[in-house]
């Protein structure tokens, strides 16, 4: 007795089981939950993509790049701290990447792998919806890939003042000096030794380290009571949402801006790298407060 035919189907279509691969490298990866947000977005728009949450030591990272070409991945993000390292095992960088010199999203473009950077666009467009960086000062603590992005995005939306806070010198110096050579706002270095009192005249304050990371109770090393209402306080850390620095900033009177938001715009412009859609951002915003409460 013959199979019985699939009458679903039409002569044109076929069935196809082989969906694109995008994902993430970096440690730690548990947790990171931009999985959720992209595959909300993936499911929404009916695309035939899949988002591989991985964690890559930084002594496999050549070795995890390798696996993505060998299995045709369309591209990957990375996270911490895999940014800057990852730039070696590429083909190429896009013009924010290449001026920020570090990478959170690549791309496969006619069988080569280039780096972007939307990080930085990603945090300015949250940013925006509150405060116009324009002839603002900014405090930013760290000097990592993430900070990179942010600083060099703000001084370039017309930020007139950044001030570096970081523990290492090297990299505080070689960020300003970053800042003060490519854009037209004025960067200086501060060590951070202790707890950092924030200048009276400061309009934005931003954590851009990993401090918060899986752990609200982690407390940024700032005098508390240097924040002021008139200020904006940010933080990248999107688990959880409501970091220590967030709360201490609301109970200030400061206006403040999770991480979820430049989470949610970065990822909004990468999916469009790798996919061509333009992803609705409330539903990925809406994944991302069911996992976290509200």
């Excluded at 990603?122 to 900014?138: A, H, M, N, V, Y």
């Excluded at 890939?145 to 110096?173: D, M």
Aim: some cysteine.
């Amino acid at each position: 007795m013959p199979a019985a035919r699939n009458t679903n189907l039409t002569m044109s279509e076929e069935l196809n089981f082989l969906p694109s691969i995008t994902g993430s490298f970096a440690q730690p990866a548990a947790e990171n939950p931009t999985v959720e947000m992209v595959e909300a977005a993936y499911r929404h728009h009916g695309l035939h993509f899949r988002y591989l949450n991985t964690e890559v030591t930084p002594e496999n990272l050549a070795a995890a790049v390798a696996g993505a070409r060998a299995m045709n991945w369309v591209g990957f993000n990375c996270s911490i701290p895999h940014k800057i390292a990852v730039i070696e095992h590429l083909d190429g960088l896009g013009e924010s990447a290449t001026v920020i010199g570090a990478v959170n999203c690549v791309v496969r473009r006619d069988g080569q792998y280039i780096g972007e950077n939307t990080d930085g666009k990603g945090f300015l467009k949250s940013l925006q919806e509150i405060i116009d960086p324009t002839g603002k000062r900014i405090v930013m603590f760290g000097a990592g890939g993430a900070a990179r992005a942010i600083g060099v995005e703000c001084s370039l939306a017309g930020a007139s003042h950044l001030t570096i806070v970081n523990r290492g010198e090297a990299r505080g110096h070689k960020l300003t000096t970053l800042l003060n050579d490519q854009t037209s706002a004025k960067a200086v270095f501060e060590k951070w030794d202790g707890d950092y009192t924030i200048p009276e005249n400061t309009d934005v304050v931003i954590n851009a380290t990993s401090i918060g990371l899986a752990d609200a109770e982690a407390r940024l090393a700032l005098n508390v009571d240097s924040l002021k209402e008139n200020m904006v306080v940010a933080d990248v850390i999107p688990n959880p949402p409501r970091t220590q620095l967030i709360r201490d900033a609301e109970a200030k009177g400061c206006r403040v801006l999770d991480g979820l938001g430049m989470l949610v715009n970065q990822g909004i412009t990468g999916i469009e790298y790798w996919t061509g859609t333009t992803a609705d951002g409330a539903v990925m915003r809406a994944r991302l407060e069911e996992l976290f409460g509200g």
